[in-house]
């Protein structure tokens, strides 16, 4: 070991551990298109002559595709981050390119290959957040909740964007949104994939710096999430022009380009460690710990405690089970909201299905922030983080009963709420993933829990939701004297999904309970971790 040396200047821009998580925000800015399904998923309903069972069997198959990444976690360590990037962005481009050339009909086929399209195009996602949440909480350690808080927070913005630009430049024509869902995320992921990576911890950032930067960062992402529901609400109030759209579209895009600023903004000074430390081997951090003059966060020595389990091991804990069971109740039950957004919105007589999509891309965003920041506070209290996962999973159910209860207010308003609890708890998975089983093999561990999320949706929207509209549209249907063609697979009220609703928030309230036993298990867990962070600071 060395002896504290003078401070550096800033590293180079390559090695700046800023363009790093900037390079990820982008990377994460084009990974949550799935939930624009219900954009065109009405389009695609109308055009191929599908019954409601077949569409939420499409987005179930977006689930899965999006949800399966254990590919991508067991293959994560055999070569650089920027290989996942790339396998991701060609997943997508390829599986959205053919369901583009579906609703064009210009090919014809058989709905297993459709179904095959969409896997292939959402698996995309996994292959991308794998290395960008990897790289950035090796890179961060003592930020994980934060930093992990924020990339999610993109993801669940992007869907809010791409929205955005539909409205100005696509509305009505969803075959050519489809195809921007094809080619604009590969166009960015192959821009930035040479910048996710791994940053060694050579110059170690002072702690006020990383503050403020962190600080900067989740301004950023306020102002564009602020910025988007004031367009939003001026699309409702008033009837904007083409041009006005896609000025503020324009706006928008710039907004985008402010996180680019990272890596130059204050001019942070560096304390200088020795070369061997590699922060990105966990069996070096103690020793990397305790070279640093002071712990930035009272959760410092956090990273000490962590279990370091193989897939194995993990699968053979009850807390990875409870905490699958978590993420199946509540992310299974809000992606089933995602996916029949379109039908919902129209059964309560409306076809603004962009609107309340940005609705719920803005909150989900907002979520994923609230669930980084308030989940480091109930841990800096010495209190267990899945406390957290219990609060949201709860939040989840009462949404999902506000819709059921077809008011005229609770679309908007489940929407948000939705949103929120959504982004709330896919920001909070990777953070309890890597201090339940630890970081060493977390691709894998974190891709393999979160199958939980696809196959709760799968039986969830395919099975119960799907199958419970089209028995009401049939009955509707068969009510009428003279039905006019094509009406046997739509639904019009509150009806059509109430009792469907009602037993989501069952589900919800059973994801409660299991989150509740896992508060319980690792109580002394947490209280530990916290008294050995006060003992390291005095």
């Not at 609890?421 to 829990?449: C, D, I, K």
Request: net charge negative.
């Amino acid at each position: 070991m060395t002896s504290s040396a003078p401070l550096k200047d800033q590293p180079s821009l390559l090695e700046n551990e800023w363009v790093g998580l900037a390079a990820g925000i982008y990377a994460e800015a084009c990974s949550g298109l799935s939930y624009c399904f219900a954009v065109y998923s009405e389009h695609l309903k109308e055009t191929l002559n599908w019954s409601q069972t077949q569409i939420d069997g499409l987005g179930s198959s977006k689930d899965f595709g999006g949800g399966y990444g254990v590919p991508a976690g067991l293959l994560y360590n055999f070569y650089p981050p920027w290989v996942s990037v790339l396998i991701g962005a060609s997943f997508n481009l390829a599986g959205y390119l053919g369901i583009w050339l579906t609703s064009l009909k210009l090919i014809a086929p058989p709905y297993w290959l459709v179904c095959a399209f969409m896997v292939i195009g959402s698996n995309g996602e996994p292959w991308v957040s794998t290395p960008v949440m990897v790289t950035n909480m090796q890179t961060f350690p003592t930020e994980r909740g934060h930093v992990v808080g924020l990339l999610k927070a993109y993801l669940g913005l992007s869907a809010a964007m791409f929205a955005r630009i539909y409205t100005s430049f696509f509305d009505g024509y969803a075959s050519r949104f489809i195809l921007l869902q094809a080619i604009g995320p590969f166009v960015v992921l192959t821009a930035v994939m040479a910048f996710v990576k791994p940053y060694p911890n050579k110059h170690d950032t002072e702690p006020h710096e990383i503050e403020k930067r962190i600080r900067w960062s989740y301004c950023i992402i306020l102002i564009l999430a602020g910025y988007l529901f004031i367009t939003i609400v001026l699309s409702e109030v008033f009837v904007l022009g083409v041009a006005t759209q896609r000025a503020l579209t324009t706006i928008m895009i710039a907004i985008l380009f402010l996180p680019l600023a990272m890596p130059f903004f204050g001019r942070p000074r560096y304390k200088h460690v020795s070369s061997d430390l590699d922060a990105l081997n966990p069996d070096d951090e103690e020793s990397s710990t305790l070279l640093q003059e002071e712990p930035v966060h009272t959760d410092k020595p956090v990273h000490l405690e962590m279990p370091e389990l193989t897939l194995y091991e993990s699968v053979q804990t009850a807390n990875f089970w409870l905490f699958a069971a978590i993420i199946g109740a509540g992310t299974g039950s809000g992606l089933t909201i995602v996916n029949n957004f379109g039908q919902i919105a129209r059964s309560f007589g409306t076809s603004r299905v962009s609107s309340f999509i940005s609705l719920f891309s803005i909150w989900n965003c907002l979520g994923r922030l609230l669930a980084g920041y308030s989940s480091e506070c109930i841990v800096r209290a010495g209190l267990p983080r899945p406390i957290a996962a219990v609060m949201f999973t709860s939040l989840m159910g009462l949404a999902i009963l506000l819709l059921a209860t077809g008011a005229s207010y609770s679309l908007y308003v489940g929407s948000v709420l939705v949103g929120l609890a959504q982004g709330a708890h896919w920001a909070l998975m990777p953070v309890l993933t890597s201090e339940l089983f630890g970081l060493r093999n977390y691709g894998a561990t974190f891709n393999t829990v979160t199958v939980a999320s696809p196959i709760s949706a799968y039986f969830l929207s395919t099975w119960l939701t799907g199958t419970l509209y089209d028995r009401e549209a049939a009955a509707q249907h068969a009510s009428q004297i003279d039905p006019p063609p094509g009406s046997e697979h739509t639904c019009h009220g509150a009806v059509c999904f109430q009792l469907a609703l009602v037993l989501l928030s069952c589900v919800c309230a059973g994801g409660v309970i299991c989150g509740l036993a896992l508060v319980m298990r690792t109580r002394g867990l947490y209280r530990l971790r916290t008294k050995t962070s006060e003992s390291e600071e005095y």
